[in-house]
Nanobody, 127 residues
Framework: QVQLVESGGGLVQAGGSLRLSCAAS????????MTWFSQAPGKEREFVAS????????IHADSVKGRFTISRDNAKNTVYLQMNNLKPEDTAVYYC????????????????????WGQGTQVTVSS
């Protein structure tokens, strides 16, 4: 089993920044890609950003390009989401997710590709 624990959420004014962290523990053997999803109230969970095991391949949703950056530190089994210039529409619960058995450059964006989920962290952006 693998456990994912997010942290770093909170309340911030529009234009502000937050950095989310997701620490993996347990049977974290082999390569695994990591992805952040978000779920706003009354909406479906959606893709935000994904990063490959090597860290050399990343992808960001169009809505966050230029504002959010995903990164990882494999020595710490941790993935990050740096969120800058936050907007009220970014308000959501943010979930990290892992997919194991990937190549060093694989990423994933679909909910069905997730092997493990974190419990989520709330991000609230006030106008």
């Amino acid at each position: 089993q693998v456990q994912l624990v997010e942290s770093g959420g909170g309340l911030v004014q529009a234009g502000g920044s937050l950095r989310l962290s997701c620490a993996a523990s347990g049977r974290t053997f082999g390569n695994y890609a990591m992805t952040w999803f978000s779920q706003a109230p009354g909406k479906e969970r959606e893709f935000v950003a994904s990063i490959s095991w090597s860290g050399g391949n990343t992808i960001h949703a169009d809505s966050v390009k230029g504002r959010f950056t995903i990164s990882r530190d494999n020595a710490k089994n941790t993935v990050y989401l740096q969120m800058n210039n936050l907007k009220p529409e970014d308000t959501a619960v943010y979930y990290c997710a892992a997919r194991f058995g990937t190549s060093s450059r694989s990423i994933f964006t679909r909910l069905n590709d997730v092997h493990y989920w974190g419990q989520g962290t709330q991000v609230t952006v006030s106008s």
